[in-house]
């Protein structure tokens, strides 16, 4: 039996009109119900801003959760196009993806405002799925322990270990996102198991309850030899969420990998 309950997100990035991500909402939850009552297991959906509220209601009263894809870290003021913790809270969502690597790449976030953000998810009654990873040639130069503890010091600092508890940690290595190169299970358990292990050593018996995602390239054919490593607890799903029948052969490795 796991010690904790694996948690899917599909983030949609950059994709779906309302119409569309209200499609997409239904068939996932019309099929979730009784899977995530058998194998235990937590789904969560993260469309656009523009789709969260529409979708919010679609997805009332089921046992899908709704995520976004960012916030900003004040609940309110003079910061034109921005969106705060609190909105999102507003609207009807649980979780709130921060630190993606996209984000990082394309628009500059850094470990500081990551830890900014964590934490007004966090105020706002929330949980932040807070991402970490590392590039290919950090890997290559032997960087990829110092990197994750770097990212982990900065996108943590100051939480205690009730906050800490409220967290989901996605490891997704930037060199598999979106480039159909994953991970091996092995290679995912290597950083799975040192990020519970800096947990461990930081915030202490805390961090056998943290849920820690993989994220890069996840499928239906790779999901079930990940999940059988012991600190893999789910997937942050990226294109193969969007499409209905795919990430719900994500979501029910157990089935699919039996059959």
Sequence with gaps: MRLRRPIFCGNWKLHRTIAESLELATAVK??????VHRNDIEVVLAPVFTALHPVAGRLFGSQVRLAAQDCFWESQGAFTGEVSAYLLADVGCRYVIVGHSERRQHFGEVDETVN????AVIAAGMRPIVCIGETARERDDGMMFSRLAAQMMGGLLGFSEEMLAETVLAYEPIWAIGTGRVATPEQAQEAHGYIRQHLREHFGEVAERVRIQYGGSVKADNIAGLMVQPDIDGALVGGASLKAEEFLNIVRYQEV???
């Design 116 to 119: 900014r953000k964590a934490k």
């Design 30 to 35: 019309n099929a979730v119900g009784p899977t």
């Design 257 to 259: 990998a039996g059959s």
